[in-house]
């Protein structure tokens, strides 16, 4: 579907703005942990924003009809109202990130003429001339040039467009059908609007009488929702919405707190920040696992979901279990770590942050730090008493102390991250020893991916390699990790 891979729980659409799959750009942050999971998806790169797509996104033609999900309608064929009307996200994170690089891309790059792809080595193997770029799966990517949209594979020859697998809808006379997936009519024109494509085997549709409702492949009715939008299912439970026709100033509130901010960061984890959409889900059966009528739901992750209610907060698993119950805790600040199973958080009452585990509640650790973060590698982050420390995390060994205030990347391939301190940015193993400093005025814009991370210079972003030494020059306008 349309956030998810430590990790971390978005929580911008909850959070959906990039990690592993998002443009580095000169005028953000150097440390930006905006991330959001969603499940096999892939981005879109253009001139002047990146759009988020499925990857389940693709196009399937029949001669009834061609329908394009959930791109945008000027590719053309039906758009699906859901994906269109009420994005789940602006920017998205690829789950299993790399693999656009097991076909040989490292990375997308802008030039003066627009978006290419770079090699494995950092050869320009597609040169940058698209207006927008994106990885399809399966060795393809969607390019818009002169002539519009059409599909490339990682050498940049033409390709035919990818065939979405499974049943489909066509359109006759303003009602929708069902389509097998070679293409034989299953059922009559039957509905009045498609809210989403089939996945895990069901599909929400509007009925002709105008209820919303759930079907199966074969049409059958598996039951009726009040919601006013609706998103595929995702591994057994589907996020539905509803409208709000009154100015909401917890919501407000909520979205302007948020955790660190920035552009780099990993695939895995999210900042906790409320993006202010009425969302609830259902499971296959059509139960409310978690209600929209609450004050705030944010989106799902792999673990589950939390729920503000009347002030206080908890977290539900996909169940609809509390697991962690709830308490006066601030999501501000802090993050979840989907690989881990682990989130921080804070106490409104001491003002300081803790963790707990996700699976069982149980608190990992105690609510005393000033600042509490895991970069990965069994590592812990914490501040306390004006001192800032790294330590293992499991077993809160003291490693070495850092330079107060200082920040770190999660950290990449081969245990080596970013560490920012003020303006200076150093490249530290996982036991905090600095390998190489960046001059005065660079930016790191990520953490190391296959053995690299964009590194800006002056006006342009190249790629620089864990000793420091730049493998892609610093030419381009734009460059992202894919």
Request: charged fraction near 30%.
């Amino acid at each position: 579907m349309n956030y998810r891979t430590g990790k971390i729980l978005l929580i911008t659409s909850l959070l959906l703005l990039p990690a592993a799959f998002s443009p580095v750009r000169g005028e953000e942050p150097a440390f930006s942990y905006t991330h959001i999971h969603r499940e096999g998806s892939s981005a879109t790169i253009s001139e002047s924003r990146t759009e988020t797509r499925e990857k389940s996104s693709k196009t399937t033609t029949h001669s009834d009809v061609s329908i394009d999900f959930p791109s945008a309608p000027a590719a053309g064929g039906m758009v699906y109202p859901y994906l269109t009307k009420n994005k789940l996200s602006s920017a998205s994170v690829q789950k299993e990130g790399g693999r656009a690089y097991e076909y040989g891309v490292l990375a997308a790059v802008k030039g003066e003429k627009g978006w290419g792809l770079l090699g494995r080595k950092g050869e320009e193997v597609v040169p940058p001339v698209y207006s927008s770029i994106s990885y399809e799966g399966d060795g393809l990517f969607r390019v818009k040039g002169k002539k519009g949209f059409s599909y490339i594979t990682a050498d940049g020859k033409p390709a035919a467009p990818p065939r979405e697998e499974g049943p489909s809808f066509y359109r006759d006379r303003g009602k929708y059908g069902i389509l097998d997936e070679e293409g034989r009519k299953v059922t009559a024109p039957l509905y009045r609007q498609v809210l989403t494509p089939f996945s895990e085997g069901i599909a929400f549709v509007e009925l002709s009488d105008g209820r919303k409702g759930a079907i199966d492949e074969a049409g059958k009715l598996l039951f009726t929702a009040d919601f006013d939008s609706a998103g595929p299912y995702e591994n057994g439970l589907a996020e539905y919405r509803r409208k709000v026709n009154r100015f909401n100033w917890g919501v407000l509130a909520g979205a302007m707190l948020g955790g660190l901010g920035g552009n780099g960061g990993g695939d895995e984890m999210l900042p906790l920040s409320y993006d202010g959409v009425k969302r609830g889900y259902l499971d296959r059966k059509g139960r409310v696992i978690i209600d929209s009528r609450s004050d705030e739901v944010y989106p799902m992750t792999e673990w589950g979901a939390f729920v503000k209610d009347k002030g206080l907060l908890r977290f539900v698993n996909r169940e609809g279990q509390d697991v962690i119950p709830p308490g006066s805790y601030d999501l501000s600040g802090g993050m979840l770590y989907e690989r881990e199973g682990i989130v921080t958080l804070w106490d409104k009452g001491t003002g300081k942050m803790g963790a707990f585990r996700l699976a069982d509640g149980e608190r990992v650790k105690d609510f005393i730090y000033d600042r509490l973060y895991f970069p990965g590698e069994n590592r812990l982050l914490y501040e306390i008493n004006g001192r800032t420390v790294l330590a293992m995390a499991d077993t809160g060994k003291e490693i070495r102390e850092l330079p107060r205030g200082a920040m770190m990347e999660p950290f990449g391939d081969g245990g080596v991250t970013w560490m920012e301190e003020g303006k200076k940015t150093e490249a530290v193993d996982k036991d905090g020893r600095v390998l190489f400093a960046l001059p005065s005025g660079d930016k790191a814009g990520g953490p190391f991916r296959h053995g690299l991370s964009p590194v800006r210079r002056k006006k342009g972003w190249g790629l620089m390699n864990q000793q420091g030494q730049w493998v892609v020059p610093p030419v381009y306008k734009d460059l992202k990790m894919m």
